[in-house]
């Protein structure tokens, strides 16, 4: 049988976008008029290579007449033969056959071009023969060679393989997976910007692009979603302006209004995923792992009922105390917005005094930014009970649980006198409910960068006994929490692998609740 190519995954591991590809593709939108998506693209790509595969099989079957034992033939007949592979032959030779069981019948000499033998068939038979009955349409359209199908199955790659090679042709514009003939644009020129510059920064907050659409005066006669998509492609290709609207809608905010933590994950925030092991911790460990909900750990899973939750409390850790974020995990994650940017901005209100702020969701680096201002008026310390609230689709109220301000012994990370990590009691103003197993502090500046610098090296295990030892010479016995939370002053790490450090060091005793103590 003649094989649809199309059918088959070789044919499109090895796709490239060929000249009539690209001019098919032109056409495709500019008959849409309107910016088509990749997954649209290629459903229609493939549509068109299996309509050029079908034009392409119909004039190989146009060569010859499809050869059936009980067909006449005459010197000269093309024949194709279903069973070589539909090979085209030419009948050279008629002779009478010779077979008492068969009747009467020709035996046809059918030549195949030079180099192949000639091979002899029979014709004008009249007994059954297999051969005889009706050949399937192989050009007739089932399941197996439905466009639907294909994009689903031997072609399940094209999308990404035909972004690729979009991308690298410099005849389409692109944005947000979107595209369209770059001539095809509506000029949007460094005028247009400058006043979408100032018009963001007048307005001190993120427009939709519709709001800029109007301002600009683009003109009318082209389709607005032409006009639309032309200025997206522009303001996204121009470093000044930075995507953050939540869900469906694009809003445009001006980079140099956000703080730095927004753009570009603080360096106590940076975790490498992978860095460690898949663990197995006992039940109780593990719990507690899934307690600490900790944004980076894996195989936490969002429920329906957590999705659905409309207010949380997470504990702040010193990583994010510090860097004045809220992680972006298992809680925290349903009651903010999504966005098809890098961040995602979001109104913050103050719970205590209803002021609201702006705030950043950073979906790469898994926190939300913009909160340091707000940590330091109240003097959150790592530690501390933080409560959100959902109100709407891109609010939340942030809040902590208050109490009468006093002076509390607190752990506090520094260098010691012989160069190595100090942990310390000393008492800290606070004004705020807190985990006692969770909360530290360190000074702002140098002092933990040096402090992390100094453990760069070590391995996971030497770090977390040593930190260990420190704390236990405050209080004996110590909890797993309170490991994790000192151990993240110095390297950001996740619950899991110092738990398992905790539990595979022989020179250790586990306890009830996840607390471990030295061995005498």
């Not at 898994?366 to 609230?389: C, D, S, V």
């Not at 985990?435 to 702002?444: L, P, S, W």
């Not at 933990?448 to 004996?476: C, K, M, N, P, Q």
Request: net charge negative; charged share 30%; hydrophobic share 40%.
């Amino acid at each position: 049988m003649i094989q649809r190519k199309t059918q088959t995954p070789e044919y499109w591991q090895s796709f490239s976008l060929s000249t009539t590809d690209v001019e098919f593709l032109r056409t495709l939108l500019l008959d849409a008029e309107r910016p088509l998506t990749t997954d649209e693209m290629a459903r229609h790509l493939v549509t068109e290579r299996i309509r050029r595969e079908d034009s392409e099989l119909r004039a190989e079957l146009a060569r010859g007449t499809i050869y059936q034992p009980q067909k006449q033939f005459t010197v000269g007949d093309k024949i194709l033969f279903p069973q070589l592979d539909y090979r085209l032959g030419e009948v050279v030779e008629l002779r009478a056959g010779e077979n008492p069981e068969y009747g009467e019948f020709e035996v046809i000499s059918v030549d195949f071009g030079t180099g192949k033998r000639q091979r002899s068939f029979a014709a004008g038979l009249t007994a059954p023969h297999k051969l005889n009955a009706d050949a399937p349409d192989i050009l007739k359209a089932d399941a197996e060679s439905s466009p639907e199908a294909v994009i689903t199955g031997a072609a399940r790659n094209l999308p990404s393989q035909l972004a690729e090679a979009l991308a690298a042709d410099d005849a389409f514009a692109s944005f947000e997976d979107h595209w369209l003939p770059r001539d095809l644009l509506t000029e949007v020129h460094i005028g247009h910007l400058n006043i979408a510059e100032a018009i963001i920064e007048m307005n001190a907050s993120a427009l939709d692009t519709a709001t800029l659409q109007k301002e600009l005066d683009l003109p009318k006669e082209i389709g607005e979603e032409i006009n639309a998509f032309s200025l997206q492609a522009a303001l996204a290709a121009d470093d000044r302006f930075d995507q953050v609207g939540t869900s469906d809608e694009r809003r445009w905010y001006l980079r140099r209004l956000e703080p730095a933590e927004a753009l570009v994950t603080p360096e106590l925030l940076r975790y490498a995923p992978g860095q460690h092991p898949v663990i197995t911790l006992p039940p109780d460990l593990a719990q507690l792992a899934f307690q600490l909900d900790d944004e980076w750990s894996d195989g936490i899973e969002e429920t329906a009922e957590r999705r659905a939750a409309q207010t949380t409390t997470v504990t702040l850790t010193f990583p994010h105390a510090m860097s004045g974020t809220l992680p972006l995990s298992r809680r925290t994650r349903p009651l903010f917005p999504t966005g098809h940017g890098e961040r995602t901005m979001v109104t913050l209100v103050d719970g205590r005094w209803g002021n609201p702020f702006a705030g950043w969701v950073n979906h790469a680096g898994r926190y939300i930014a913009g909160l340091q201002g707000w940590m330091e008026k109240h003097k959150l310390p790592a530690g501390a009970h933080i409560t959100l609230e959902r109100r709407g689709d891109d609010e939340v109220v942030v809040d902590f649980r208050p109490k009468r301000m006093r002076r509390e012994w607190m752990r506090w990370a520094q260098i010691g006198e012989e160069g190595r990590a100090d942990i310390q009691l000393r008492k800290q103003e606070i004004a705020c409910e807190y985990d006692e197993q969770m909360v530290i502090g360190a000074e702002r500046s140098e002092e933990v960068t040096r402090l992390r610098s100094l453990y760069s090296t070590a391995s996971l295990a030497d770090l977390v006994f040593e930190v260990f030892t420190d704390l236990a010479g405050l209080s004996g016995s110590v909890n797993a929490k309170t490991v994790y939370s000192a151990v993240n002053v110095i390297r950001r790490v996740t619950p899991e692998p110092v738990f398992a450090a905790l539990a595979g060091d022989d020179r250790l005793e586990r306890l009830p609740d996840g607390n471990f103590r030295l061995i005498a």
